[in-house]
């Protein structure tokens, strides 16, 4: 079924043998004059809008009230003055210059926004301004200005390219817009200035073709075969060229194409005989004789490309003087656990057996719970890269690289964001300018905002990032700025000149800073100019709307229905949500919409000069180009269930293959920026090695700032990121943790590794051996078929034919899926399988055009995952608001492995809530997802044999560990009630029992200690995290528990509730949200625990005195156990006491409920005189 919603040229050609009957979106051949004069019609306003044939004859039937945007054909009857000229008197038709028209399709894309959806028209909308200080030169800026058009009649800008120069079809400068040329091309092929016909000679652009036509003599790749032109131009518009051919040796590299031949490293490669005697690799160090003499050849071997085989990344192993003690100590209290546990069942307090019963049952379940945290902890390592060696591979002048181009793949950057509100604009808008600063080449390199809330704050503040990169970038490039967002470098404290060689550097950094004091004072008076602007613009339509009321003869007491519209900066409706929501204007009903706002860069540097009002700094030798930005928001319509951020996610994957298929997606938080900015490369180092093609991901720790000194509710989760993850990363790899991963494209898209892995089977783990296990059908399809490399005719016909069931219906992205595959290999070397051949990524991009902006849209639109595996097996997984573990656990149960990448400078760094409160909420979301994981499919207990056993088991705590909360609660209260009841877990202290509990305290301290010493924590962090540890589980995680088991038992949803980004109120405290005291009922439980303790306790204490047989070892007993309750709630009880100074109620209500209390004991300590009993009162203890 095609697309209703792509009539802009959606859809594309199939590729290689795919079937012509598939059903297809249409697509216009790119350049042809159908594309250019038929399908296009231009507005009143001067637009031009393409559509396809239904939609142009259903638009013929308009009425008054239809505005100017519709295209409309108006037929004029033949009069004496009119008269339709015969097929032979028709002037010839000429196509335009194919690199003209692509470049200024270009320039037209980026300043045009497109709009559509289910059911919908893909509309372009011209942007003449995109914010109200819109003043920008940059050429790759949306709305970028420039010289007017010399038509008479026209006022649009006339064409240029990508590097801001004006294009010119005729020798005579004559400087003409995009519409314009297209219709004098289309008409009569002349210039409208000199009236010569336009030349369309080879030799004119020869300096453009230079590097392709060397492309072509080197025959790096084989021709492809039955290729269409179409899909030729797609393959180079995505940077990406494919090949079937298999690595060779050099040897026979050299023989097919024809270069001079190697014989030394024939002779390496082969071992084989050469001459006179055998070639053999020397064992010294030299080619000197063996006694030392000069029997030999002087010197070391020869490298042979010594930099090129150097590895790229390295694995290295924890001391063994660290990790050997360390499993030998988790051994030792494993054991003493089951003795302990043993001795436990089988000496039962006689006296109190509910006590002893719910002990045992607790302790047994925390004995489960360590194992299963401590089993996967017994393989950490580390690794390390080596940047310069990418460089050298990948950046370096070469024979297969002349002009010394990239040959990294290309990488898609994703940011989501969901509410303006809660996550501010400028939080936003910094990291974007950290991506776009980032250290990776340009024109490899894109960056798409998903704005889930459709809000024109959002877009307004992406323009103005946008405008202002083109200030902040150079900067970075010119000085080494480190980090790049520029909030967070203006405020690090020190010497800012510390490092910089530049004389200029002080004065720079002062107009950079002025600048973006600016740019933040324009960034947070968005929201009054954007309601200030609808105001002005709502309150003219009414006084339009009345005026027509009155010339109608209506009445004018009526209302008038004028909706309150959100207005953009060039006086049009913003299609997304309004300020005040309206049908299909509201957070739940809008279109889809695509803006670029930055165009691809040019392949080649565009290179500034001295400073100007435009630049501020002087920029000479300085790369000016940013890499493209794209603002997304996917359709949205009622009834339709849109999964949150999963759904988010998914759409910006569809919609980055169709524009720029990157073969690999790193995405981020909107409020977690790059601090280093080499961390791509870093994660390129592992996926570019060898044997990188069986990594799914590459995940990188996630560090924060704002955070208070004291860590007090263990925000910066450090034994997490520094202890589990890099456990993990010695098994199958670590889990995906939301953000800051880069992903490679097509493990997203449901395919198994390239290599099949190892079958991981309990027989195989505990007695060697390899389970047998049945060969059956992959149900993946494998990327070589969809390559038309497989010999069996009927099995690719049958799987190509399950690709609209699987991706959808857009010929366009299934043809991306093969080129991302091929584009993500490593280089070609010896023994390096499954790669590419170097200088294959070196290709410059086709311009791009409306009609893949237009396929762009119909992916986005909210009907496009009907029916296919979008969620289920391909791309983010729905049914769990922890959709990020969900994805990492399908990848590694398809064979996939990950890797933990730690790097010395912070790649990535973010926000984290410091209050209670939202600390507990955060906790609690993850804690649901957790347990909607147990219930579901996705628990380990059900993970295949691709996945390693102690992976498992990883990932079966994560389904398991909220659970633990109901058994801690009622742990937590059982020193209270020892100490009510006189009794204790065990019938008295003796050495036995003394002996079992030091020991399994110390080992616990022990291997802390050893944790710290391999993971580089501190003890303090490490504290923080077990009293955290039981504060969420005396508390969100069981709220997780019951909300789970709602869902699971009463098909109750669970509500989501975002995670806010806003700092405090105070703004001269960084930490203000740190004191501030939210209520929630999360705080019952463990404020219940405490006081029932403190009781306890005076109650226990009191008893004891005042007995005739004091019994002090119970009293020990029970008192400590409490006081360590108390210990690990602190941090808690101190988040309620807020900030000093400020006493917020519920310490009067805490002051009034301890003073009842001293007030009964003291009572019942000393009654009157005349009483009877324990104390006097007849009151008697339990």
């Keep these: 079924m095609a697309s209703p919603g792509s009539v802009l040229g959606a859809g594309g050609k199939s590729f290689r043998n795919l079937s012509s009957a598939q059903s297809q979106s249409p697509r216009i051949k790119r350049g042809s004059p159908s594309s250019l004069g038929n399908s296009t019609r231009r507005t009143m306003s001067g637009r031009y809008v393409s559509v396809s044939r239904d939609d142009h004859d259903a638009s013929i039937e308009l009425t008054d009230e239809v505005s100017s945007d519709f ?24 196509a335009p210059d194919p690199l003209i028209a692509g470049k200024a399709e270009q320039q037209y894309v980026s300043n045009t926004m497109f709009t559509g959806g289910f059911n919908a028209v893909t509309r372009a909308h011209a942007m003449e301004k995109v914010t109200d200080y819109d003043d920008s030169t940059h050429p790759q800026m949306a709305g970028s200005r420039g010289g007017t058009c010399q038509m008479e009649g026209c006022d649009g800008r006339i064409m240029r390219d990508e590097r801001g120069e004006d294009l010119l079809p005729c020798e005579c400068a004559f400087k003409i817009c995009r519409d314009c040329y297209l219709d004098t091309t289309a008409a009569s092929g002349r210039c409208p200035g000199c009236k010569e016909q336009y030349n369309r000679d080879d030799d004119l652009h020869e300096d453009d073709h230079d590097h392709d036509d060397h492309m072509e003599e080197r025959k790096a790749l084989p021709p492809p075969t039955s290729h269409a032109d179409d899909d030729s131009k797609m393959e180079r518009r995505l940077s990406l060229l494919r090949s079937t051919k298999p690595s060779l040796l050099m040897s026979q590299q050299h023989r097919t194409s024809g ?76 054991v003493v656990l089951g003795f302990f546990l043993y001795w436990r069942v089988t000496n039962p307090n006689r006296n109190a057996m509910w006590l002893w019963g719910m002990s045992i049952v607790c302790e047994i379940w925390f004995a489960f719970s360590w194992i299963l945290d401590q089993l996967p902890k017994l393989c950490p390592v580390n690794r390390q890269t080596d940047l310069q060696v990418l460089q050298d591979k990948f950046e370096r002048v070469s024979p297969d690289n002349p002009l010394g181009r990239s040959d990294l793949p290309g990488i898609d950057v994703f940011v989501s964001t969901a509410d303006a509100e809660k996550e501010p604009p400028l939080v936003t808008a910094n990291t974007i300018l950290s991506i776009l600063a980032a250290e990776y080449p340009l024109e490899k390199l894109a960056c798409y905002l998903s704005d889930d809330g459709g809000a024109l704050l959002t877009f307004e503040a992406l323009a103005e990032a946008a405008s202002f990169a083109r200030v902040w970038v150079p900067f970075c490039r010119k000085h080494t700025i480190e980090p790049r967002n520029p909030e967070s470098y203006f405020l690090i404290r020190g010497d800012p000149t510390k490092g910089k060689v530049r004389a200029d550097f002080v004065k720079d950094r002062r107009r950079v800073k002025r600048e973006y004091d600016e740019f933040k004072v324009r960034i947070n008076g968005l929201p009054d100019s954007i309601r200030r602007r609808s105001d002005a613009y709502n309150a003219h339509e009414e006084i339009r709307a009345k005026r027509s009321q009155i010339e109608t003869g209506a009445n004018p007491s009526d209302p008038l229905n004028v909706p309150k519209a959100t207005w953009m900066a060039d006086g049009s409706h913003w299609p997304g949500t309004w300020v005040t929501s309206t049908k299909e204007h509201s957070r739940g009903d809008h279109p889809g919409i695509i803006q670029v706002m930055l165009a691809p860069p040019s392949p080649e540097p565009l290179t500034g000069g001295p400073a100007d009002d435009e630049t501020l700094i002087d920029t000479t030798d300085i790369d000016l180009r940013l890499p493209m930005l794209v603002y997304v928001s996917r359709e949205k319509r009622p009834g339709y269930d849109h999964n949150k951020k999963a759904g988010a996610m998914n759409a910006l994957v569809r919609t980055s293959a169709i524009m720029s298929n990157g073969p690999f997606i790193l995405n981020l938080d909107c409020d977690h920026y790059i601090y280093n900015s080499k961390a791509m490369r870093e994660a390129m180092c592992f996926m570019m090695d060898r044997g990188g093609d069986r990594i799914c991901y590459v995940q990188f720790p996630q560090r924060f700032e704002g955070v208070d000194p004291s860590d007090r509710y263990a925000n910066r989760n450090t034994v997490f990121f520094d202890v589990n993850m890099r456990a993990l990363d010695g098994l199958q790899g670590p889990m995906y943790v939301g953000t800051g991963c880069v992903f490679r494209r097509i493990a997203l898209y449901g395919f198994d590794p390239p290599r099949p892995a190892k079958q991981h089977t309990c027989w195989g783990f505990c007695c060697g051996g390899r389970k047998k296990i049945a060969s059956k059908k992959k149900r993946e399809m494998d990327v070589t078929t969809m390559n038309g490399a497989s010999s069996d005719d009927d099995m690719d016909t049958e799987a ?5 069931k699987q991706y959808g219906d857009s010929m366009a992205f ?47 639109s909210c009907f496009f995952e009907d029916k296919t595996e979008w969620g289920q097996r391909v791309g983010w997984i729905y049914g769990s608001v922890t959709e990020d573990v969900v994805t990492g656990f399908r990848m590694h149960n398809r064979g996939w492995r990950s890797i933990y990448c730690v790097t010395k400078r912070d790649a990535f760094r973010g926000t984290a809530p410091i209050n209670l409160t939202d600390r507990l909420h955060q906790v609690l979301r993850w804690a649901t997802g957790s347990v909607e994981i147990f219930f579901s499919r996705n628990n380990a207990i059900f993970a295949n044999s691709h996945m390693k056993i102690l992976q498992r088991v990883a990932y079966l705590n994560v389904g398991v560990y909220p659970f633990t909360s109901v058994f801690l609660i009622v742990y937590c209260f059982l020193p209270a009630m020892s100490l009510f009841s006189g009794e204790f877990i065990v019938s008295s202290l003796n050495v036995t029992f003394l002996v079992y509990l030091l020991v399994i305290s110390v080992t616990l301290c022990l291997l802390a200690i050893l944790e710290v010493k391999w993971s580089g924590i501190t003890l303090e962090e490490w504290w923080r995290n077990e009293q955290f540890w039981v504060i969420g589980g005396t508390s969100a995680h069981l709220a997780a528990v019951l909300q789970g088991l709602l869902k699971v038992v009463a098909g109750v949803d669970i509500s989501f509730t975002l995670t806010s980004k806003a700092g405090g109120e105070d703004e001269n405290d960084e930490f203000a949200e740190l004191y501030a005291v939210k209520w929630s009922a999360l705080m019952i439980p463990p404020i219940t625990i405490m006081l029932v303790n403190l009781i306890a306790i005076a109650v226990a204490v009191s008893r004891t005195l005042y007995s005739s047989i004091p019994q002090w070892s119970r009293l020990v007993g029970g008192v400590f156990f409490s006081i360590w309750v108390l210990t690990h709630l602190y941090p808690f009880a101190k988040g309620l006491m807020g900030r000093r100074g400020r006493t917020p109620t519920i ?36």
């Design 800 to 804: 190509r034919g399950l690709l609209p």
């Design 259 to 334: 270069e001079s031949f190697d014989h030394a490293r024939w002779l390496y490669e082969t071992k084989g005989t050469y001459g006179y005697g055998n070639a053999v690799w020397p064992k010294d160090d030299s080619y000197l004789g063996a006694d030392g003499g000069g029997g030999g050849m002087r010197g070391p071997p020869p490298s042979f490309n010594e930099k090129a085989r150097r590895p790229l990344c390295r694995k290295v192993q924890v001391p063994a003087g660290i990790i050997s003690p360390y499993r030998f100590l988790a051994l030792l209290r494993l």
């Design 814 to 860: 299934i043809a991306s899926i093969p080129i991302a595959e091929f584009a993500g290999r490593p280089l070609a070397d010896q023994g390096v399988p499954n790669s590419r051949p170097a200088g294959a990524l070196t290709v410059p991009r086709e311009p791009l055009d409306s009609q893949t902006v237009a396929e762009a849209i119909s992916v986005i």
């Design 1147 to 1182: 310490v009067f209500v805490w002051s009034g409920l301890l003073a009842i209390v001293i007030s009964l004991l003291w009572v019942t300590i000393s009654p009157p005189a005349d009483s009877t009993g324990l104390g006097g009162t007849g009151f008697q203890f339990p």
């Design 71 to 94: 295209p409309y054909t108006v037929h004029m009857p033949p009069t004496p003055d009119h008269q339709p000229m015969s097929i032979g008197d028709q002037p010839r038709v000429m």
